[in-house]
C-alpha cells in the first residue's frame, strides 16, 4: 500500500537557520504531493503541494520538489523564524484512491531565537 | 466564514461510554472526512464520504459509525469507548478531493 516515510524529528534550530526536513513516498502511479502544517493547539493547514514530476511547491518561503526518481518531496526554507515552530507533516493522494491522504508521521520543529 | 468548525474541542469519557463528534463546514465541499491522530503515528483516516449520502471506511474504522446527515455535517460516533479510542480527532472537507481543510480537533481520553 501507500506509505510516506518522513524524517524523525524533534528538530531544533536556531533563527534564520537552514531547513530540510526528509520525506520519501511509496505508491502507485502519480500521487499528488503536499506538506501540511500544525501550529501548536489547531488543525492542520495546507503548506504546499505538486501535482506531478519536477512540479516545485512554495509558500511562505517554504519550497519542496516533486521527484519522481527518487521518490522524495523534501521541505527546505532558506532561513526559518521563530513562528516556523510547529509539526510537519508530509502527505500524498494516489490518483484513483477516492482522494485519501496518506500521512508521514509528523516532524516537531522548534526554531529558538 | 468559519470553515470546519468541530464539538465538543475535549471530551473525558469512561470505557464503554457512547458519544458522538460533531463536524460541520461552511464551504460548500461535497467530501468530508474524519481523522485520529496519534503520537508517532501522523493521522489515519478513519471515515470519509465523497459526496452527500455517501460513507465508506478509511484505514481505521473499527469501534466507530459515521452518518452524513446533510452536506455540511458529517458526524462520528463511538458507540463504546475504549481506552484504545483515546486520540485527537480531526475533522476535514474538501471540494476538488487534492487540498483538505481540517477542523481544530477534538481531545477525547478515554478512562
Known amino acids: 500500500g501507500d506509505s510516506v516515510t518522513q524524517m524523525e524529528g524533534p528538530v531544533t534550530l536556531s533563527e534564520e537557520a537552514f531547513l530540510t526536513i526528509n520525506c520519501t513516498y511509496t505508491?502507485?502511479?502519480?500521487?499528488?504531493l503536499f506538506w501540511y502544517v500544525q501550529y501548536p493547539g489547531e488543525g492542520l493547514q495546507l503548506l504546499l503541494k505538486?501535482?506531478?514530476?519536477?512540479d516545485k511547491g512554495s509558500n511562505k518561503g517554504f519550497e519542496a520538489t516533486y521527484r519522481k526518481e527518487t521518490t522524495s518531496f523534501h521541505l527546505e526554507k532558506g532561513s526559518v523564524q521563530v513562528s516556523d515552530s510547529a509539526v510537519y507533516f508530509c502527505?500524498?493522494?494516489?490518483?484513483?484512491?477516492?482522494?485519501?491522504?496518506?500521512f508521514g508521521s509528523g516532524t516537531q520543529l522548534t526554531v529558538l531565537p | 466564514n468559519a470553515g470546519v468548525t468541530q464539538t465538543p474541542k475535549f471530551q473525558v469519557l469512561k470505557t464503554g461510554q457512547s458519544m458522538t463528534l460533531q463536524c460541520a463546514q461552511d464551504?460548500?465541499?461535497?467530501?468530508m472526512y474524519w481523522y485520529r491522530q496519534d503520537p508517532g503515528m501522523g493521522l489515519r483516516l478513519i471515515y470519509y464520504?465523497?459526496?452527500?449520502?455517501?460513507?465508506d471506511k478509511g484505514e481505521v474504522p473499527n469501534g466507530y459509525n459515521v452518518s452524513r446527515l446533510n452536506k455540511r455535517e458529517f458526524s462520528l460516533r463511538l458507540e463504546s469507548a475504549a481506552p484504545s479510542q483515546t486520540s485527537v480527532y480531526f475533522c476535514?472537507?474538501?471540494?476538488?478531493?487534492?487540498?483538505?481543510?481540517f477542523g481544530p480537533g477534538t481531545r477525547l481520553l478515554v478512562l
Open positions: 476535514a472537507s474538501s471540494d476538488t478531493g487534492e487540498t483538505q481543510y
Open positions: 505508491a502507485t502511479g502519480y500521487p499528488s
Open positions: 505538486a501535482t506531478k514530476a519536477d
Open positions: 502527505a500524498l493522494i494516489r490518483s484513483g484512491s477516492a482522494r485519501q491522504l496518506t
Open positions: 464551504m460548500n465541499h461535497n467530501s
Open positions: 464520504s465523497a459526496s452527500e449520502g455517501t460513507t
